[in-house]
């Protein structure tokens, strides 16, 4: 392919959740509310459970890191967007695309292990509670988080080298509202064999493994609180991972919808619908599933709200 045939692409065009003008300025406030939820409601989670002296356990050092997780993939995404909604020409450049696909793997990525992580962190508590503390104990939660933002970043410098190693020399109208890795794959007019072949083979051993760590761990969970006599044991071993069975129900849900649709039905569309799902709704969602539902961070809030109050009244 000759260089001087092509004029070499230097920025995008963000389609965006709709090209419909009249539905811009409403679908900003909307996705304005959700960010906002987001930000408090992870901003939340992060604050309670490094300041709450109960709430230093691993289940909630690693909910802290799913928070962050979690804020950290929706800031990726939602100030880009926001912007775009109340301006008319859509455009990121070049480099600006390739780090927002960057950070976004980074954060997809930690939270798809994040979970997984969490499922064994609760199937060790409910499946061998006199161990919990030697076996996931402070250096093993702290190598775990480590190991899984560390493989994320390395996934994340593969795969966008790959993706940005193509050459992008036709058009530069990108079907989405961020850049993501399938509608810039429509838009190389370079050979996308192996970088199809590196992103499916990475995408389906993140999901795989992923899941089976979590299935494996909820199967002996459910098989170990059957075997329990009490029935008030029962409950609260179901309890305790409710929220995540929950969480980790809804994330997965949505990628396996994504993945395992038949390619005859698959729309950019479609997966636009299902992008803003895991990218801004579950990140809003989660603090929500596990404060609403959970007795030690409700009162981790009380106690929090508590003293701010005191450290407020004059002495």
Do not use: W
Not at 106 to 114: C, D, G, L, R, S
């Amino acid at each position: 392919m000759a260089p001087g045939n092509f004029t070499q692409v230097t920025e995008f065009i963000l389609t965006g959740v709709s090209d419909h003008p009249d539905l811009q300025i409403p679908l900003f406030f909307v996705f304005l509310l959700i960010y906002g939820l987001t930000m408090a409601g992870n901003l939340g989670i992060i604050i309670l459970t490094s300041v709450d002296s109960q709430l230093q356990t691993p289940m909630y050092f690693f909910l802290r890191h799913l928070a962050i997780i979690n804020l950290g993939d929706s800031t990726v995404i939602a100030p880009k967007m926001l912007i775009n909604f109340l301006v008319q020409k859509k455009t990121t450049s070049y480099y600006e695309c390739a780090t927002q696909l960057g950070g976004f793997l980074v954060f997809i990525v930690a939270e798809v292990f994040t979970l997984a992580v969490m499922a064994y962190d609760r199937y060790v508590a409910i499946c061998s509670p006199l161990l919990y503390m030697v076996v996931v104990s402070p250096q093993i939660c702290l190598l775990l988080v480590s190991l899984t933002y560390l493989y994320s970043f390395s996934t994340a410098i593969v795969v966008s080298f790959c993706i940005f190693s193509l050459s992008y020399c036709s058009s530069n109208v990108i079907n989405h509202f961020f850049c993501d890795i399938v509608p810039l794959l429509t838009l190389s007019c370079s050979d996308t064999y192996l970088p199809e072949t590196i992103v499916f083979i990475s995408a389906a051993t993140n999901l795989v493994l992923s899941l089976v760590i979590v299935l494996v761990s909820y199967f002996n969970i459910v098989l170990s609180i059957l075997r329990m006599h009490s029935s008030e044991g029962r409950r609260k071993a179901f309890s305790t991972c409710a929220s995540h069975m929950m969480a980790v129900t809804v994330f997965y849900g949505t990628l396996l919808f994504m993945y395992l649709q038949p390619q005859a039905n698959y729309s950019l569309d479609t997966d636009k619908i299902a992008s803003v799902f895991y990218t801004l709704v579950i990140p809003m969602l989660n603090p929500m599933i596990y404060s609403l539902r959970n007795k030690d961070v409700k009162a981790a809030l009380q106690r929090f709200l508590a003293n701010s109050c005191c450290s407020l009244k004059p002495t």
